[in-house]
């Protein structure tokens, strides 16, 4: 009998207090179901990416359910979220395999590194991996002359390993995300009067000159805002030491049809080059097929001091300007999207005020040449124009470009050379 009273009681005590057992239990709609649960993923949440290891979390999120009669009751679901993508995270494994590589010459990213955030390095400045080689050949004999600028070659190498190069704290930095290139130049040019076959001092016409100068250079590309940014410093000689008339006779030697070059004797006398360039230049129109880019320049030192501006415009199948060097390994550029095959014409066009030319006015340093060209003959502005054409195909590409200059001193007249370019990428 005790037995069937307490079984009783039991029973009414679980039929009073049926709430908690109930709402655990209850039977929602599904479509009533699928609206809670949708927005509940709406509700802010972080992910960490997979790359960087992260695990995934749990969050209980309670909804209430409102009823007409009666309390309301609260429903309890769990589920999975990923945090936010961290930037840190992400460099921190870019770090490790080799694709993010802060340029830590930089003030920005010195700044950066005092920073504990997750924002610390959206703005770093990179070094780009790239190793290119590019091979230049100028010389007027392509428009059948043999007079004033009528030879330059040039050598650019650059790869990331340059970055240790201690002229770089003397180039300029910059503040904003972009990727840094550091390389070196090697760079020879030659210059006569308008014959070489006439022995003696022209006067009246412009002095032979050559100058050989070895370059550290940089340069900063900021493909976000279509920018670059170029600066170097050039250490070398103008003069005999530069080897200017060795290697006219040599060409000339060599080649059919050409004469002894007379009168280097007679060239601009030995002095130091010691300059300082700066390029800026801005894409103004960046389309697929065409870009219009605005450029200023300024040049100081012993060799040449100048100020000056221009325009190159860019027609074709092309990357953009400001997104490499010209040349990438075709793995790169799958990787990132980009054309494996460019081909395009440019037309630039540019003007210069000229301050001083030492292959016209002699070294700074070293006044004695025996001839020169007075400072009131020498033109103040000058300009320039080109067309070229340039082909790549993955690592490799070739540009050719006929340019003009106007005259540079009194009783000159406008010259015109051309050029060759070769691209490699390393």
Not at 83 to 95: A, C, F, G, N, Y
Not at 177 to 194: C, F
Request: proline share 4%; glycine share 8%; with cysteine.
């Amino acid at each position: 009998m005790r037995l069937f009273f307490a079984t009783v009681l039991l029973i009414f005590l679980f039929a009073c207090n049926p709430d908690e057992r109930k709402s655990q239990n209850k039977v929602i709609p599904p479509g009533r179901l699928k609206a809670i649960i949708d927005q509940s993923h709406k509700r802010p949440a972080n992910t960490v990416s997979e790359a960087a290891g992260s695990q995934s979390r749990s969050a209980i999120r309670r909804h209430s359910i409102h009823k007409k009669k009666g309390r309301p009751e609260t429903i309890v679901i769990v589920t999975t979220y990923r945090q936010t993508d961290s930037v840190r995270l992400k460099t921190i494994e870019q770090l490790r395999t080799g694709e993010f590589r802060p340029d830590f010459s930089e003030p920005l990213n010195t700044e950066l590194l005092k920073k504990l955030g997750d924002s610390a390095f959206q703005s770093a400045i990179t070094l780009s991996p790239d190793r290119v080689l590019k091979i230049g050949f100028d010389n007027d004999i392509f428009d059948y002359t043999d007079q004033f600028f009528t030879n330059g070659i040039s050598f650019e190498y650059v790869a990331p390993a340059l970055s240790d190069n201690p002229v770089k704290y003397i180039l300029l930095p910059y503040w904003g995300k972009a990727r840094n290139y550091y390389g070196l130049s090697l760079i020879q040019n030659l210059y006569t009067p308008s014959t070489t076959k006439v022995g003696g001092i022209l006067y009246g016409d412009r002095p032979y000159a050559s100058y050989l100068y070895f370059g550290s250079f940089k340069v900063t590309n900021d493909e976000t805002h279509h920018f670059r940014q170029v600066s170097e410093l050039g250490l070398g000689v103008i003069g005999p030491p530069s080897l200017g008339g060795t290697v006219q006779d040599l060409f000339h030697k060599y080649v059919p049809y050409n004469n002894e070059p007379l009168g280097w004797e007679y060239q601009i006398s030995t002095d130091a080059v010691i300059n300082y360039t700066v390029s800026l230049s801005k894409g103004i129109i960046n389309t697929a097929h065409t870009q219009l880019i605005l450029s200023g320049n300024a040049a100081l030192g012993t060799l040449y001091t100048n100020l000056g501006g221009g325009f190159n415009l860019r027609l074709g199948w092309f990357n953009d300007f400001f997104s490499d060097l010209g040349v990438r390994k075709k793995r790169v550029l799958i990787a990132r999207g980009a054309r494996v095959m460019q081909y395009f014409f440019s037309l630039k066009g540019s003007g210069r005020v000229i301050g001083y030319d030492a292959t016209l006015q002699g070294g700074l340093i070293n006044s004695n040449s025996v001839y020169t060209i007075p400072s009131a003959s020498i033109i103040r502005l000058v300009s320039q124009s080109s067309l070229g054409f340039t082909f790549t195909c993955g690592a490799v590409g070739i540009e050719i470009e006929q340019i003009v200059l106007s005259p540079e001193f009194s009783n000159n007249w406008w010259h015109a050379w051309g050029h060759i370019g070769l691209l490699f990428a390393l």
